[in-house]
Structure formats: structure tokens, C-alpha cells
């Protein structure tokens, strides 16, 4: 059973920065996915950004050019730094990943951005 620790949300003025973490407890295969996604109440949870080793990620339309995430296998531990952010990037921002066949989701960090 993987367990994921999130940290770094927050609330933050529109146009500034935060880095979210995600640790893993257990060695996730580098060709597996390490992703975030984020929800807003009453919608769906959507892909924000998605690292396999060796591949060139994945983001949504929305954050192209202003979030990148990025992974570190030693550390288990992936990574999303948000610049020039935007009162509709508030969210709860959720890491995920597969491993071994079996998802795992952590529980989730506030990001709140003010206009």
C-alpha cells in the first residue's frame, strides 16, 4: 500500500507561485505515471500535469507555460511548481500514481489564489 504525503498549498495572491510535493513511501517504477489533478467543488477531478521518466509530460491547456512538474525517482517524489497563478487554479490539488498495476491517490492540498 503506497502512501502519498502532499504539502506545499496555500493561499497566494494572483500572479504568484507555489510548489506543491508529493512523496511516496515505496519506490514507484520510473515508467509509471506520477501526476497531479485538481477538483473544484460540483466538478469533476481534472489532469493538471502527468511525468513518466524518459517521456516529455503531459499538462493541461490551462497551465501550459505556467506550471511544470517534474519528478524525482531517488526521492520518490514528484513535483509541481505553479507560476503566474490565477484565481481559477484554486483548487484541491491531488498527486497520483500508478504502481504495479494499483492507484493510489494522496489526500489532497488547498490552493487557493486570490484576485
Known amino acids: 500500500q503506497v502512501q502519498l504525503v502532499e504539502s506545499g498549498g496555500g493561499l497566494v495572491p494572483a500572479g504568484g507561485s507555489l510548489t506543491l510535493s508529493c512523496q511516496a513511501s515505496?519506490?514507484?517504477?520510473?515508467?509509471?505515471?506520477m501526476a497531479w489533478y485538481r477538483q473544484v467543488p460540483g466538478k469533476q477531478r481534472e489532469l493538471v500535469a502527468r511525468?513518466?521518466?524518459?517521456?516529455?509530460?503531459d499538462y493541461n491547456d490551462s497551465v501550459m507555460g505556467r506550471f511544470t512538474i517534474s519528478r524525482d525517482n531517488a526521492k520518490n517524489t514528484v513535483y509541481l511548481e505553479m507560476r503566474r497563478l490565477k484565481p481559477e487554479d484554486t483548487a484541491v490539488y491531488y498527486c497520483?500514481?500508478?504502481?504495479?498495476?494499483?492507484?493510489?491517490w494522496g489526500q489532497g492540498t488547498q490552493v487557493t489564489v486570490s484576485s
Open positions: 497520483h500514481v500508478r504502481n504495479w498495476g494499483v492507484e493510489y
Open positions: 511525468k513518466r521518466s524518459g517521456r516529455d509530460p
Open positions: 515505496e519506490t514507484i517504477l520510473a515508467s509509471q505515471p
